[in-house]
């Protein structure tokens, strides 16, 4: 990454109040926040209950079968404050690709959030991870500001991406991006996906203003992550386009106000949260089934992935990608195969470690139709005109109209058409 993309990097979500009106459509509102202070089984209950994701996924059920336990996930972001109660025990050694302090302190706060949401064991008022029995690596790296105050590498997310690559994580998790294409970046996240790890990347915030969708996420070797709401539907602000593989969670969730970590905002944690989610997921799935490629966990996850009844099979959404997280299905319910472990979900092409393609371009992939593949007009129509009719199964993971089961609700946008066909991705 030239030091000219590094300035423009920008979070694909974002609980930190110091933000730029880049990161507008992510930003938690400062006005409602829950102190960490002198009443800890009072705060534990009002932010945890927060977690309304947690309940829809039937977390509970899925962590009798897995937790995440044996897999790791490097966390390419601000740095992870491994001393909060939640994360004791949780955070291993990782690198400062700043190249700064040698720390992997976090000097915002949105690290931190990501991390909890992976593998938070909710102690001391916490937040609950979805996969507490993973481990996470952090890899800080330094967002526009941090790299001007402090004069950082402005190579750090080159740097980070091949250390991980490099370790025993079989998770990538990178919830910041530019919108512009970085050779040396996209070719550190080729050699990641040669190493069989499995990527994951936000896909921006700005689905309701420019929507140009960030890098890593349009890299062919990474799953571009979308945010979802607590009905099922595509959030407002999440970008769209060939770029998004599947969706996960973004909204109404808490997350830590800043780099003093004395409280938590409430507000939507945008395609950042959603990342973690997704990334947790695979985790969960991962852990279930070790001896599992990334390819195969990535297959099951697409498969098992909430979409609409009338979805037509063999296509992807530009706005959902291949459906809504749906771990519970995967592991209890046996929902999707995991397939050739060898040929990579992305691309449908063979691959020599399991891991991503290798491949310059999706060149295979989904079916297409071009016509369906453009965002939805406003004319002023009812909302819900086009939307989807949720449907419900006995077996499904749904709670308080979030249907994360048997079908998902996938209305584009504040209330637009049904998914649409995804172009295949070249970059």
Request: hydrophobic content about 35%; some cysteine; proline content about 4%.
């Amino acid at each position: 990454m030239t030091a000219g993309i590094s300035q423009v990097r920008k979070r694909s979500g974002s609980y930190s109040l110091r933000r730029s009106p880049l990161f507008a459509a992510a930003v938690i509102g400062a006005s409602t926040t829950v102190m960490i202070g002198a009443a800890p089984a009072v705060i534990a209950a009002e932010t945890q209950s927060k977690q309304w994701y947690l309940d829809a996924m039937r977390a509970e059920e899925i962590w009798k079968s897995a937790t995440g336990e044996g897999i790791k996930i490097a966390l390419i972001d601000s740095g992870v404050n491994a001393s909060i109660p939640s994360l004791k025990g949780q955070v291993l050694k990782g690198l400062d690709a700043t190249e700064t302090d040698g720390t992997t302190n976090d000097y915002d706060g949105h690290g931190t959030t990501l991390a909890e949401l992976i593998v938070g064991t909710g102690a001391g008022g916490g937040l609950k991870g979805l996969a507490p029995g993973a481990k996470i690596i952090p890899m800080r790296v330094a967002d526009k500001e941090f790299e001007e105050k402090y004069k950082s590498n402005s190579l750090d997310n080159v740097n980070a991406i091949r250390a991980a690559a490099d370790s025993d994580a079989k998770i990538i998790n990178m919830s910041a991006g530019s919108q512009f294409l970085s050779h040396q970046e996209k070719e550190a996240v080729k050699y990641a996906g040669e190493k069989g790890k499995l990527i994951f990347a936000g896909v921006g915030n700005t689905g309701d203003k420019a929507n140009k969708g960030l890098y890593p996420a349009k890299y062919p070797e990474t799953v571009g992550v979308a945010a979802s709401d607590r009905e099922g539907n595509v959030a407002k602000y999440s970008d769209h386009g060939d770029f998004v593989d599947i969706a996960a969670p973004g909204n109404d969730i808490p997350g830590w106000c800043d780099e003093t970590f004395t409280k938590y905002c409430d507000g939507n944690g945008g395609t950042s949260a959603a990342t973690a989610l997704a990334s947790a997921s695979a985790a969960l799935i991962w852990s279930a089934n070790p001896d599992w490629t990334a390819n195969q966990v990535l297959r099951v996850m697409f498969e098992s992935a909430g979409r609409s009844d009338d979805w037509k099979p063999g296509t992807v959404s530009n706005y959902l990608g291949h459906g809504i997280v749906r771990p519970n299905a995967a592991i209890n319910r046996g929902i999707g195969k995991p397939g050739d472990p060898d040929v990579s979900p992305l691309t449908n092409e063979r691959t020599t470690t399991g891991g991503s393609s290798d491949a310059g371009a999706r060149t295979e992939g989904p079916a297409k139709d071009d016509d369906a593949a453009s965002p939805p007009k406003s004319d002023g129509e009812d909302p819900g005109t086009d939307t989807a009719n949720a449907a419900k199964d006995s077996g499904d993971d749904s709670q308080l109209g979030l249907i994360l089961g048997g079908a998902a609700l996938v209305a584009v946008l504040a209330g637009g058409a049904f998914a649409v066909l995804r172009r295949r991705r070249s970059a």
